[in-house]
């Protein structure tokens, strides 16, 4: 398993901007996909974004391509999640977790090891 370090998050305006970061413990990461998840209060985890490590390719739950894009420090081992024109929907708890193998996917099921999430706050 690989052990993963969330920080970036806050409290910002609707239409500010944050970026998320996700170290990681690995030095390689051959065939992992590193993804961002989000979870509001009464709601079930969400796929946000996901990024290959090997070949460096994203993708992004459809609603969000647009706003939030997902990047990678190869030297710094840390995936990063800039989000922008953020609005309060945005609000709830970010993690980043990692998959082996499994390809571009947006289960968390297909996930097995998580950060311990930072809160991301969007007021009106």
């Known amino acids: 398993q690989v052990q993963l370090v969330e920080s970036g998050g806050g409290l910002v305006q609707a239409g500010g901007s944050l970026r998320l970061s996700c170290a990681a413990s690995?030095?390689?990461?051959?065939?992992?996909?590193i993804g961002w998840f989000r979870q509001a209060p009464g709601k079930e985890r969400e796929f946000v974004a996901g990024i290959d490590w090997s070949s460096g390719s994203t993708y992004y739950a459809d609603s969000r391509s647009g706003r939030f894009a997902i990047s990678r420090d190869n030297a710094k081992n840390t995936v990063y999640l800039q989000m922008n024109s953020l609005k309060p929907e945005d609000t709830a708890v970010y993690y980043c977790a990692a998959s082996q193998g499994l390809g571009l996917s947006q289960r968390g099921t297909d996930f097995d090891s998580w950060g311990q999430g930072t809160q991301v706050t969007v007021s009106s």
């Open positions: 690995r030095r390689t990461f051959s065939r992992y996909v």
